[in-house]
């Protein structure tokens, strides 16, 4: 078992934490995180775009002029796409860009996540984040204390005071454990995780 020192807010070590090393030790693959990554990213996307083809186009089905004899070039349609106000060739249509992968491989990924993070130093577990009111100051002081300034903070549950307190704050995210994702452990550099919740993150990864 591996294990990592616990801090409070005032960066002053006050015990130890033993962590499953099957979730914050294993071998990091890059091509996996990658993929899962992706993954959530293509979510993301609304798929709703969308324009008009020449079939949804209203107009007259008539033939503008006739074929031969004008000295123009034929014409058949005015929703032609080569006419103003005509539908558009080959333009978006609603999709969806959903690109599944397994809970196992997404499991994986986030277990290889907090592995990186813990050996290259920069997984903070906290004896907790209770802050003395909503200020955003009060948060703002912890964080620079733990010359921290890209971060994500992981709690055991809701904390309403840490999550409006650290809301305002760029480059700052608060993440209730059973949210813990691939994406968001990678995007920030540093991850603090309350010490109640490493039970059940290690649960919830754990090899079962």
Avoid at 1 to 10: F, K, P
Avoid at 50 to 74: H, I
Wanted: hydrophobic share 40%; net charge positive; proline share 3%.
């Amino acid at each position: 078992m591996a294990t990592i020192d616990v801090y409070n807010l005032d960066r002053e070590k006050t015990s130890q934490v033993e962590l499953d090393e099957d979730v914050f030790n294993v071998d990091v693959k890059p091509h996996v995180l990658h993929q899962v990554v992706v993954s959530q990213l293509l979510k993301r996307r609304s798929g709703t775009a969308s324009v008009k083809g020449r079939s949804d186009v209203k107009g007259s089905g008539a033939k503008l002029w006739r074929q031969k004899g004008t000295g123009r070039a034929r014409v058949g349609s005015v929703a032609s796409p080569t006419r103003r106000g005509g539908g558009v060739a080959f333009g978006p249509n609603p999709r969806r860009y959903e690109r599944k992968v397994s809970k196992k491989v997404r499991k994986a990924a986030l277990r290889m996540a907090l592995s990186d993070k813990f050996r290259s130093d920069r997984l903070v577990v906290l004896e907790g984040f209770d802050l003395p009111g909503i200020k955003t100051k009060a948060f703002v002081d912890v964080m620079n204390t733990f010359e921290a300034d890209k971060a994500l903070i992981v709690t055991m549950g809701k904390n309403e005071t840490l999550e409006k307190s650290a809301r305002n704050v760029p480059r700052i995210k608060v993440l209730r454990c059973e949210g813990l994702n691939v994406y968001d452990v990678i995007n920030h550099e540093h991850l603090f995780v309350v010490e109640s919740a490493i039970g059940t993150i290690q649960e919830a990864l754990g090899n079962r």
